[in-house]
């Protein structure tokens, strides 16, 4: 069915029998023909209808005039991450609202030193000539910018989204002498801070342009590789450290390109999830990951397998049909299967996790909390979700024998989880001793090259029927 919106102007009145009041009457009047005029008046006019500041139009033509008056100044593109999970997780009405506040946020910010604009759905755009930055450096202005921008958004329902920026800088006539191309440098500079994570700015240069290209190369090479079938999954075991038994295993995906060259899933994961390749990258795992269950359940080994799930495939309502799909179409139950998510992922979209979490656990699927002890460790999560184990961070077991803040720490985790009731899976073990003070510390789980590195199936699976 078509979607059909209108505006309505709703009157009410109390209707009176003497002193009682019998009922409302309710006014609706369709506006829409005014609000569609004010609308179409203010685009022309060079503004944006929902925050009231300039368009793109212009901004673009703001930018050549000043191009044409030879004025130095700085170009900034701001982006708002993960806006497209806000709206989603909230409503599209409180996406509409952080929308209003930051551009109000953004304005109060610059005040009369400069000229902002909305350029695109999540994105805005500044320009301050270089006689407006006075004492102050352009990196400290963009800091408190970021500052300013990232504080706590409150919308309508009460919900307090954690919102966060990219920024990227193109100066003229330092960088380019056409607007076209500033916009562009900006671009560029921009795409490049997404890679350093939220909150964080760069200014255009050569070598950014550079690997801007050879990123778009990798990407290009990446999408090949997952539709020809080139990546591969590894499986690494997760053991009993009392036992020595093999408990349960992990997928870890490699990417040996036809070269030979291999391409560390740290490089490539990142690089899908800024595009839209996690997608059909998430796909290919979860399907892989089926095919794993049956080799290993053909080689009569009955463990869960666990896979690695990352941010932006949490947000994409998709995810949890494609695993049901997956499931069913290799007949399997969810009991074969696990899912690690790390802790950024949880507290940055808490309430859509929290849907998909109990979904899954309803399948029979269990949760890890991966890389436990590095993100931003709220506790809260620990308690609202249905989360079944913890894997500690190999960071804090890497120097476990002699470092004893690592050790307090992990004594902590212990503990908590042990109150909680939740498993708990040490990472990264490669010695003896960290096996025995994980051991004498009441650790039930760990992984790491001590037992296995991770291997192809085929290996992994002829290891594990010697170790039955
Ligand atoms: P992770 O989930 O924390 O995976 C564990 C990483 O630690 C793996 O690196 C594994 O090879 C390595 N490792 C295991 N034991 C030891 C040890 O004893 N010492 C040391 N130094 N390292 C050990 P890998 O395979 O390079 O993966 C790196 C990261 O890439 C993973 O970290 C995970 O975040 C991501 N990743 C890998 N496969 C996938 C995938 O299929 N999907 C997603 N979303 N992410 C993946
Ligand atoms: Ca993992
Ligand atoms: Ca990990």
Redo the contacts with the bound molecule.
Sequence with gaps: MDEYKVWLQVTIHPVLQGDELTHWVYLFTDITHIHNKEESVLTASGMDSLTKVANRNLFTDTVKRLVQEETAFKLFIIDICGFKRINEALSYQSGDEILKSFALRLQAFVGNSGFIARIGSNEFALVKREDTFKNESSEQYVKNLIQKLTQTYTVLNGSEPNLGVNIGEANYPAHCSSSEGLLQCADIALQASKYQGRNTALTYSEELHKQHFAINELENQLRKAIDENQLK??L?PIVDLTTGKIVKC?????WITPEGKFI???VF?PL??KSEL?FP??EW?INEACNAIDALKGANLDIRLA????GR?VSDLALLNQIKNALEDHQLPGSNLSI?L?ESVLVESLDVVSVLLNELRGMGITVSI??FGTGFSSLVYLKKLPIDEL?I??SF??ELEKNTDDQAIVQAILGLAHNLNIKIIA????TQQQQDFLQSHQCAYG????YQ??VAIKEFISLAQKLK
Aim: hydrophobic residues 35%; without cysteine; aromatic residues 8%.
């Design positions: 999954l590894f690494q992990e997928a870890l995906a490699r560390s899933p740290e994961i899908a999830e996690i990258f998430g795992l896979i690695n799930i990352s495939q690690e790390t991966d890389d894997k961070d190999r077991v890497s990472e990264g073990i490669e992984q790491g090259y001590l590195r991770p």
